[in-house]
């Protein structure tokens, strides 16, 4: 099985930044996409940023250049430094990871990680 634990969520005034962090753990031949979705209340979860095994990253509109994702893959753990948030920003942050544990199968199955609150308020 794989764990993805996150950290770092909280509360920060507008305009304020924080880093979220999520480490993947347990039984990974490869980790390839790592990504984090976010979820506000009342509304569908929706993806944020993601970032290949390379490097290569893609972002929602509403947060291109305020955001930004990055991995360590000798740790498995990938981050999300956001800058200048809002009011808006404010859900439920869940890590995603496309691993694949099997050297057999190749087989990839996606893991969450239990979510981290981020509010952004005065």
């Known amino acids: 099985q794989v764990q993805l634990v996150e950290s770092g969520g909280g509360l920060v005034q507008p305009g304020g930044s924080l880093r979220v962090s999520c480490a993947a753990s347990?039984?990974?031949?490869?980790?390839?996409?790592m990504g984090w979705y976010r979820q506000a209340p009342g509304k569908e979860r929706e993806l944020v940023a993601s970032?290949?095994?390379?490097?290569?990253?893609n972002y929602a509109d509403s947060v291109k250049g305020r955001f930004t994702i990055s991995r360590d893959n000798a740790k498995n753990t990938v981050y999300l430094q956001m800058n200048s948030l809002k009011p808006e920003d404010t859900a439920v942050y869940y890590c995603?990871?496309?691993?694949?544990?099997?050297?057999?199968?190749?087989?990839?199955?996606?893991?969450w990680g239990q979510g981290t609150q981020v509010t952004v308020s005065s």
């Open positions: 995603n990871a496309k691993v694949v544990t099997s050297v057999v199968t190749l087989r990839q199955s996606d893991y």
């Open positions: 347990g039984s990974i031949f490869r980790i390839n996409a």
């Open positions: 970032i290949t095994s390379g490097g290569n990253t």
